[in-house]
């Protein structure tokens, strides 16, 4: 039987704690505020069409979670060695798995439906 | 709780004394609270992922009622978004007051914090009775309630949080930073911000494109 020769000391060690600081918060803060500003502006002013308008405000919603993500939730490769990311990485996955199977499993349905008139007492 | 067996290998004066570790050793408590409360996290978000595919699929299905154009005032919910991107960032200052050991601070910065929180609440909830006066009820057609089971979740979320902030002040006035609190205060650090990352998804989706619908 072998063990690894075990310190009594590191057994009191503190908890590691991610470390925040003002900077991080300062710079999160101000590219959200950017970064939900325009989107609202986007939409309320609608300088461009409206398929172009919602591509780019998905877009910045997409940046705006990273942001989010490393400035707010302090978000590294190496936090938690490593599980943070892997878990994270893994919802990932199977949220965009459950999302574009919905929608596109539910469009086909949509399209493929015998067409309905308004009124049900129409009905053959 | 068994007593830890602690075997000695026979020293010698050149040799380090050695121990090794029998059974299983003890872990400092709470060591894996924060990898466990972001894997909770993770859990969450796939119920708001479940949502927002119910959204994604019913929002359209307007059953010849009001559709988002006729019902979102994308003023409110811009003013709704500045009061939890602020509550974020003053979060943010108590969890930085905690890193220089001020009690007095954190509690400060969490109860303002937790005051951006409840504004936040009140506009939703102003905005849920404006929607029923209207008869935009959860009732009245798929996509309301979608709507409303999506964006109440995010709302039900908020108001836990804000119970846990209020409980974690009353803590830290009892105990001060101890090691628990400390801990538990980065953890409601993560529940909110988290929360503020289902917003993003909340006011792009539901609020922003359904009004470009």
């Given at each position: 039987m072998s063990a690894d020769p075990?310190?009594?000391?590191?057994?009191?060690?503190e908890i590691e704690m991610p470390h925040a600081s003002m900077r991080d918060y300062a710079i999160g803060f101000i590219l959200s505020v950017i970064l939900t500003a325009i989107p609202f502006w986007l939409v309320m002013e609608?300088?461009?069409s409206a398929g172009a308008t919602a591509a780019i405000i998905m877009g910045f919603a997409a940046v705006q979670i990273v942001v989010h993500m490393v400035?707010?939730?302090?978000?590294?490769?190496?936090?938690?060695g490593g599980w943070s990311m892997t878990s994270l990485i893994f919802t990932i996955i199977v949220v965009v798995i459950m999302l574009a199977g919905s929608l596109w499993v539910m469009h086909h349905l949509n399209t493929n439906m015998m067409p309905m008139p308004h009124d049900p007492s129409q009905l053959p | 709780m068994s007593a830890t067996t602690i075997t000695t290998a026979p020293t010698t004066i050149d040799e380090p004394v050695r121990f090794y570790d029998l059974d299983e050793h003890a872990h400092p408590e709470g060591h894996s609270t924060m990898l466990g409360f972001w894997i909770y996290l993770m859990s969450d978000c796939l119920i708001f992922a479940i949502l927002f595919a119910c959204y994604a699929v019913l929002?359209?299905?307007?059953a010849a009622g009001p559709a988002p154009k006729d019902l979102f005032d994308l003023k409110l919910i811009a003013l709704n978004t500045a009061m939890l991107l602020f509550s974020s960032i003053t979060y943010g200052f108590a969890v930085l007051q905690m890193q220089q050991g001020r009690v007095k601070g954190t509690q400060l910065w969490l109860a303002i914090t937790g005051l951006f929180g409840l504004g936040f609440l009140g506009i939703e909830l102003y905005e849920f009775h404006h929607l029923i006066e209207l008869?935009?009820?959860?009732?009245?057609s798929a996509f309301l309630s979608a709507f409303f089971t999506l964006v109440g979740t995010h709302g039900l979320h908020v108001t836990f949080g804000i119970v846990w902030l209020v409980t974690l002040m009353v803590q830290l006035g009892k105990h001060g930073l101890v090691a628990a609190n400390r801990r538990r205060v980065m953890c409601l650090s993560m529940f909110w911000h988290f929360l503020d990352v289902i917003w993003i998804g909340v006011f792009t989706i539901v609020y922003l494109m359904g009004v470009l619908r």
């Amino acid at each position: 039987m072998s063990a690894d020769p075990h310190h009594a000391a590191d057994a009191h060690h503190e908890i590691e704690m991610p470390h925040a600081s003002m900077r991080d918060y300062a710079i999160g803060f101000i590219l959200s505020v950017i970064l939900t500003a325009i989107p609202f502006w986007l939409v309320m002013e609608r300088p461009f069409s409206a398929g172009a308008t919602a591509a780019i405000i998905m877009g910045f919603a997409a940046v705006q979670i990273v942001v989010h993500m490393v400035y707010f939730l302090h978000m590294t490769p190496k936090a938690e060695g490593g599980w943070s990311m892997t878990s994270l990485i893994f919802t990932i996955i199977v949220v965009v798995i459950m999302l574009a199977g919905s929608l596109w499993v539910m469009h086909h349905l949509n399209t493929n439906m015998m067409p309905m008139p308004h009124d049900p007492s129409q009905l053959p | 709780m068994s007593a830890t067996t602690i075997t000695t290998a026979p020293t010698t004066i050149d040799e380090p004394v050695r121990f090794y570790d029998l059974d299983e050793h003890a872990h400092p408590e709470g060591h894996s609270t924060m990898l466990g409360f972001w894997i909770y996290l993770m859990s969450d978000c796939l119920i708001f992922a479940i949502l927002f595919a119910c959204y994604a699929v019913l929002g359209g299905n307007y059953a010849a009622g009001p559709a988002p154009k006729d019902l979102f005032d994308l003023k409110l919910i811009a003013l709704n978004t500045a009061m939890l991107l602020f509550s974020s960032i003053t979060y943010g200052f108590a969890v930085l007051q905690m890193q220089q050991g001020r009690v007095k601070g954190t509690q400060l910065w969490l109860a303002i914090t937790g005051l951006f929180g409840l504004g936040f609440l009140g506009i939703e909830l102003y905005e849920f009775h404006h929607l029923i006066e209207l008869g935009a009820t959860p009732q009245r057609s798929a996509f309301l309630s979608a709507f409303f089971t999506l964006v109440g979740t995010h709302g039900l979320h908020v108001t836990f949080g804000i119970v846990w902030l209020v409980t974690l002040m009353v803590q830290l006035g009892k105990h001060g930073l101890v090691a628990a609190n400390r801990r538990r205060v980065m953890c409601l650090s993560m529940f909110w911000h988290f929360l503020d990352v289902i917003w993003i998804g909340v006011f792009t989706i539901v609020y922003l494109m359904g009004v470009l619908r």
